[in-house]
């Protein structure tokens, strides 16, 4: 199988990841706070589940991207190894 | 670490926490007013020279700017000379090895020819937007500012000329989620002292309406009495009856008084009917207690946006025109990322870095990424080449909205997220400090990164993999 080791490719793929990396944390902060919302209005304990969820937002986000980051990163560097064994086969 | 929160240290936390609760459970909450654009000060702060007015998001970044060539200053003055054995310690320390982090990580993306240029854009921008983000941090900006009318200017057709109009009836309803738009004339008046003033007021006209009755039972009485002292009088000009069957004749009409309910009921309601108007008239000048009612809660009015009035940008506080007007705290300084000039204009910058670093690297051919035409004569499908080099243009152009649109989406929704969720609950937001501490940091980090890479991707040759292939080939 001929090797994509094209830079272009990489780099792009990097790219990707930083820019959804960049967007996540404002992805989770709104998830959360229209979930707490939507409780809210089920519960009727407005505002307290929204700010409850908000609050769960701050670990879930910041640990989302660490475990984001790495699975990416894991999986670029995956591809970069296979990329050097088929290069040497 | 653990030396850190020894001796005075825990005491002037102790001392923070507690003048937080105290300041949350004594001073009512205000709603806070968000607007996207960066706020214009006052007439007469203008940019020296111009007759552009300073808006509160330029001084932050005039401030950013400030911070950033003191510390390009410190770092220059504390480094040791080569050849020195010692070490600078302190913030230098900690500097450097960012700077060393930082070179090394931007040395495995884009090391090789333009590892310079590329390193130097990224670290600028880098800073720039790491202090610009982390400034919303510090306690006071966006918090302290003018006492400001908030009216607006207007272009009046009839008259030709521009007039300053309140922006009553729209400034100030429940926008999504419950965040509201202020209005800074009106007190604060809790739900409770609400019900209270309902309270007192149905007091006062049950009051009312007994003190009616009363009055009308009295008058009737005096009335009687003084047609029965008449009649009394008449009796004894006649000699022929005597006191106490006048007595008696009184007493029986005593009794048959009718009450005029209407009136009474006029009465209460005078008094219930002040108090809604009184607070009809809060709701007209857009005042609600606590957050303003939805537009799909009952009782809610929509206001009349047709009407404007006239009045001045800035009437004597305390006069009459004054109460028309609704204030709001216009802060002095405000997060330069919450504006989106600046968003855009570091996008424009990273834009251009993009292109002028592909240039330098691949001279004209540069343009072969986006004008693609010379495989069209060697394959038949030379056509898609050319379609994805014009799509490339289009995302080179749609990177600087990508650019400008996520640090400015980021960095506005946190100091929304920060000072609303100060006013909703105190002392208790102290996450979301932290929160918007990594938030800062990791936009600082795309922003830059991003800008690294897309600089490194234009180094790049587009017929890479040709010369690759060719040169497997030979």
Redesign the interface.
């Known amino acids: 199988m001929k090797p994509n080791n094209n830079p272009l490719t990489t780099y792009g793929l990097v790219a990707g990841v930083v820019g959804q990396v960049g967007c996540l944390i404002l992805l989770v902060i709104l998830g959360t706070m229209l979930l707490g919302w939507g409780m809210d209005e089920f519960f009727g304990t407005r505002p307290t589940m929204m700010f409850v969820m908000l609050l769960v937002s701050v670990p879930i986000s910041i640990a989302g991207i660490f475990f984001y980051t790495r699975y990416k990163a894991k999986q670029l560097h995956g591809s970069a190894v296979q990329k050097e064994e088929d290069i040497s086969e | 670490m653990n030396s850190f929160w020894n001796g005075k240290r825990r005491f002037v936390a102790l001392f923070m926490f507690l003048a937080g609760v105290f300041v949350a459970l004594r001073v009512p909450p205000v709603i806070p007013f968000i607007q996207l654009p960066g706020e214009n000060f006052p007439e007469g702060y203008n940019v020296p020279f111009t007759d552009i007015r300073i808006t509160n998001t330029l001084v932050a970044g005039v401030i950013v700017w400030v911070i950033l060539l003191l510390l390009i200053a410190y770092v220059a003055r504390r480094r040791p000379k080569d050849g020195s054995t010692v070490p600078p310690g302190g913030f230098y320390n900690m500097f450097e090895a960012l700077f060393e982090g930082l070179m090394g990580f931007i040395g495995g993306?884009a090391g090789g020819p333009h590892f310079r240029i590329i390193f130097n854009t990224f670290m600028t921008i880098f800073l720039v937007v790491l202090i610009a983000n982390w400034m919303e941090l510090v306690p006071g900006i966006d918090t302290v500012g003018f006492i400001h009318p908030h009216v607006k200017e207007k272009y009046d057709a009839d008259t030709d000329e521009y007039k300053v109009v309140t922006t009553d009836g729209y400034e100030i309803y429940q926008g999504f989620?419950?965040i509201s738009y202020v209005n800074g004339q009106c007190d604060w008046i809790s739900p409770a002292d609400e019900a209270a003033a309902d309270e007192a007021a149905q007091a006062r006209a049950d009051a009312a309406a007994i003190s009616a009755q009363q009055a009308q039972i009295e008058a009737a009485a005096y009335d009687r009495y003084q047609a029965a002292h008449a009649e009394h009088g008449a009796e004894e000009a006649d000699d022929s009856h005597g006191d106490e069957a006048g007595d008696d004749h009184g007493s029986d009409d005593h009794a048959d008084i009718a009450v005029d309910s209407d009136s009474i009921a006029a009465a209460k309601n005078e008094v219930l009917d002040a108090r809604t108007a009184e607070k009809q008239a809060r709701r007209d000048r857009g005042c609600y207690t606590g957050v303003a009612p939805s537009a799909w809660e009952d009782g809610y009015v929509e206001p009349d946006k047709s009407e404007k009035k006239l009045i001045p940008l800035h009437p004597e506080p305390g006069s009459e025109e004054a109460k028309q007007v609704p204030w709001v705290v216009l802060p002095f300084v405000r997060v330069a990322s919450t504006d989106l000039n600046m968003t855009l204009t570091l996008g424009i910058i990273a834009f251009v870095m993009i292109q002028y670093v592909g240039f330098k690297a691949l001279g004209i051919g540069y343009l072969t990424k986006f004008f693609n035409f010379g495989t069209l004569l060697k394959s038949p499908l030379g056509g898609i080449d050319v379609a994805v080099g014009l799509l490339e243009l289009i995302g080179d152009f749609a990177k600087i909205l990508?650019f400008s649109f996520?640090l400015l989406?980021?960095i506005f929704?946190g100091s929304i997220?920060l000072f609303v969720?100060s006013f909703?609950?105190p002392i208790?937001p102290w996450?979301?400090f932290?929160?918007e501490f990594?938030?800062g940091v990791?936009?600082a980090l795309?922003?830059g990164?991003?800008t690294a890479?897309?600089m490194?991707?234009a180094t790049?040759s587009?017929h890479?993999?040709d010369d690759?292939d060719h040169a497997e080939a030979h």
Do not use: E
């Open positions: 993306i989620l419950g990508s996520r989406g980021n929704a997220l969720m909703l609950v208790l996450p979301f932290i929160l990594f938030v990791i936009q795309v922003f990164l991003l890479i897309f490194q991707l790049v587009h890479h993999d690759h």
